[in-house]
Structure formats: C-alpha cells, structure tokens
C-alpha cells in the first residue's frame, strides 16, 4: 500500500499492479470494512485479463485519514485524484456491497474518465420504506446510522458479528476461493471503526448523485438469497441507472455471489 497525499491534505493509501500489468485500468472498490489490499482472487483475475488493478482505501479505514460527514460522491473525487496522480486517464469501476455504492459513483461523477462498472450486493440509494429493509439478517448498523455518525459509533461499540447473515454457501467461498476477504474483513476491523462507521451513514443519507446520472455500461450482480443486501436493492439498482443489466445468481449469497467476478470483468472490458 501507497500512502497518497490529496488537496486537502488527507493521506488515503493505494493498491496498484503499475502500469506494467496492462493498458487497460480496474479500480476495486472495497467492501465495508476493509484494510485496502488486493484481494487475491480479484488480483489473480485481473492479472489472467492483463489489467492493470487498483484500489483506494477509504476514509477511516487501514491507516487513511478519516472524513466524518462524508457521502458516497466524495469517494469519486478522490478517486479523481488518485488516478490523475497514477497518470491513469480512463478506468473501469467494480465494487462489491459497501464499494458498489462508490462504484455508482465514480461512473456518475466521473462519466469521461470511467467505462462501465459493475456492482456485486450493493445497497441502493437509502429509502426508508419496507422494500429496503426487509430480508436483511442484521440491520442494526445501519439502523444506528440513520440515527447519526455518534450513534452508529455507539452500536460497534456492543454490537457482535450474527453468523445467520451468510447462507452455507457464502461460508463456503470464505473457506475456500474468497478465504481473503474474511480474512481482510477481520484485518480491517482492528481499525476501521471509524471508517466502517462513516460508510453506513454515507449510505443512509444522500448519496450526492442520483443513479439516473449513471450513463455508463452498468452490471448489477446480485444474489437471489443475500441476507446481507437482500435481491431488492439490486433490483432497485437496475431499474434506476438507464440500460443497466440486471443478473440475479441463483442461490447465491453476499460473498458467494462474487463467484461473478472474473465475468464482469470480462463484461468491463468487452466495453472499453
């Protein structure tokens, strides 16, 4: 990781393959929490495409400086930021649950500079209605949220990890193929607090842009039996940003939907 210095003087850090891995850019956008490394199985996946893989830890989380009241378009404009000093002119956005949200974003904000994107269970835009909150397993974080910032700090304060909100076969990939996103989860949690706690509230309030402004090729991966995001939010997705593809994985969870991965990635770059 590569401490990045920005405008207004937050350090966040960077996960880069170089410029040698490929012509062609990805940019990874974590899951809540994360510590900002790469992730073997989306190293290895890129890496087998020739892509070139980046990705930014956000604010709060693995040592990059904090942004309390930040929204989801402020993971955009560092983004912006962060590219312009990799001398990267044009990317693909791909983010799985709490990076699908500031996936959307840099595909709204930054439309001449990213490609397409794709998201795996990624909440949608906050509406306090049944429809988005019914099917999740454990909705208390972002129950504390919508409350506030110090709220949603208090509830990690007591708040335990319920096993009941993966299905068998998201157990399954963390034992096996996506063993490194458990294990990057458990790393972040040590120090993403604060980070952790930013992003439930960033997706609880106004997001800064509306999905409509995604103008881009845009995949919308989602498991028909996530307990975490429940099959909703994806559908919500798709019927907001125009021309989005909606693939609904049968049986799939929060983490084994990822099992897509290579997929949409090869989907990213078919539309260069």
């Known amino acids: ?11 966040v850090l960077v996960a ?21 490394a790469h992730l073997a199985p989306v ?30 378009a402020d993971g955009a404009r560092d983004l912006a930021q962060v590219i312009d000093a990799l001398g990267i002119d044009r990317v693909a956005a791909i983010g799985g649950s709490g990076g699908g949200p500031h996936a959307l974003a ?12 794709a998201t795996f269970a990624s909440p949608a835009p906050f509406v306090d209605t049944p429809t988005w909150w019914d099917g999740m397993a454990d909705d208390g974080g972002l129950r504390a949220a919508a409350v506030g910032r110090e709220a949603r700090l208090a509830w990690a304060d007591t708040a335990g990890f319920d096993p009941a909100q993966f299905t068998d076969e998201d157990w399954a990939a963390l034992d096996g193929a996506w063993a ?44 028909t039996d996530d307990r975490v995001v429940p099959m909703s939010h994806g559908r919500m997705i798709a019927a907001a940003v125009p021309g ?29």
């Open 1 to 11: 990781m590569t401490p990045l210095h920005l405008a207004d003087g937050r350090t």
């Open 16 to 36: 880069d393959t170089g410029p040698g891995s490929g012509s062609r850019a990805v940019v990874w956008h974590h899951e809540t929490p994360h510590t900002g």
């Open 43 to 72: 190293l290895a996946a890129a890496t087998e495409r020739g892509l070139r893989l980046v990705a930014v830890t956000r604010p709060g989380f693995g040592g990059a400086d904090p942004l309390p009241g930040r929204s989801v």
């Open 106 to 117: 840099a595909a709204a904000l930054l439309p001449h500079r990213v490609t397409g994107v």
């Open 180 to 223: 490194a996103l458990g294990q990057d989860a458990q790393a972040a949690d040590e120090t993403g607090r604060v980070g952790s706690a930013d992003d439930d509230r960033a997706f609880v309030t106004d997001w800064g842009f509306a999905l409509a402004d995604v103008r881009v090729p845009t995949l919308v991966e989602q498991g």
């Open 244 to 272: 989005a593809v909606l693939h609904e994985r049968p049986r799939a969870g929060h983490v084994s939907v990822l099992a897509g991965v290579p997929a949409a990635l090869d989907w990213l770059a078919a539309r260069w």
